[in-house]
């Protein structure tokens, strides 16, 4: 995602640029294709709401900027509610033609398993959060730092076809969405409090997927939890997360409240495949199809993928990016995306454009600035490039608590839309602003 916003951007710039890409030469266990931008866990970019939410307001920004994710994710978007997801081959295949056919970009097959030399005079790392073991180490021998890491755990893809209708039906939450067809982009499962328990008591059974002794220490990004790590955390806490039965009203039973429920969102175009939204999984394969078809709704389901868990990494940005998301070390050498310290397709992405803007405009001699930390951009290289604690840096979504402060004399009390909505407006006219300049 970083890494093909990034070589995008600078392309447009009208700079040359190559952009290596070890697979299908070098694999790793959570991609399955060779596409560039290719998505491994959930197909939502989250919120689009640009006018109460962080994430909204980042999708804004990216779209001003002319980012290249953002214009196939919305070339390629299914029905979501309010949010934005994606057919995840299609968005893929579209980033991939679009790069190959740009004349000024050039795609190289194969790892670099190395931090480049001084005579690759820009360059920028994006390797994600699956960077391969010798740039991990080499890295390492640079920074002299010990690599930061945590778990991030993929959610099971159910064939809609096996999916009982009579028991689950479609609904956003609380009927969000512009449309029909938004106000329906989830199916939902319901459960009463007896399957719930019983539910709860097989996730806490289940055999789990067993760690290498260098992965036990690991800490999960918060984030994105297991659901039996949430389960462990008290019974009730799957059903006031992903499970959580509000604003949903069950046609096969409308006077009947549900405990729990269960959603599914759509995962392609033709509506054959469905995530089970939140439902990330470190249940061995077996285990996985036994406790999910205990699902109302899902007793027959069939997986055209089940959940996994991957091991994601990640440097110590604030201690050893500058402000132009450089390594200190060696500033021939930019970083982007989740490697830095980010968390989500958007975010990464969005360090992606910002590194490539950068790097663009150092080629070309022009003046280099980050955005202001009012945007959501700048909020999020502000954080990882000195505004978080080095000592205690984990990933971080963009969120609105790391933005600078209203000033409470011009807009007084507010309620919370109303302060988010504040927010977003000094944020597009101070990011408005900066892409005149940059």
Known sequence: M??????????????????????????????????LAELVCSNSFRSDDHESNAVGLLHWEMRQANSIIMEMGDKHALPAG???????????????????????????????TGLPPVDWKQVIIATGPLTSQSMAESILAETDQDALAFFDAIAPIVYA???????????????????EEEQKAYLNCPMDRAQYEAFIDAILEAGKTEFKDWEKDTPYFDGCLPIEVMAE??????????????????????DVKSYAVV??????????????????????YGEQARVLQMIPGLE???????????????????????????????????????????????????????????????????????PPNTTAMGALVTHITGGADAKTFQPMNVNFGLFPPLDNAKTGRRGRKDRYKAYTDRAKIDWSDWLKRA
């Open 161 to 179: 076809e096996s999916i009982d209708m009579s028991k689950a039906w479609f609904q956003s939450r609380y009927d969000k969405g512009e449309t």
């Open 233 to 254: 955390r008290g019974r009730e806490t799957l059903r006031f997360g992903p499970m959580k039965p509000v604003g949903l009203t069950n046609p096969h039973a409308p």
């Open 82 to 112: 309010s949010a934005l997801a994606v057919d995840r081959e299609a968005f893929s295949a579209a980033v991939t033609e679009r790069l190959l056919s740009h004349p000024l970009v050039t795609v190289e097959r194969g790892e670099v």
């Open 2 to 35: 970083a890494g093909s916003e990034a070589a995008w951007q600078i392309a447009q710039a009208g700079i040359p640029v190559i952009l290596h890409e070890m697979r299908p030469t070098v694999k790793t266990f959570a991609h399955q294709t060779e596409g």
């Open 300 to 370: 027959n389901a069939s997986f055209a993928r089940l959940g996994g868990i991957h091991r994601n990494t990640f440097i110590n940005s604030p201690k050893l990016l500058d402000d132009q998301m450089r390594l200190k070390s060696a500033p021939h050498i930019r970083f982007a995306g989740q490697i830095t310290g980010v968390e989500g397709y958007v975010e990464s992405a969005a360090m992606g454009l910002l590194a490539g803007r950068m790097a663009a405009a150092s080629q070309l001699g022009k003046p280099v600035s980050a």
């Open 263 to 284: 959603q599914l969102r759509r995962d392609n175009a033709l509506g054959t495949l469905f995530n089970i939204v939140g439902f990330q999984t470190k249940m061995k």
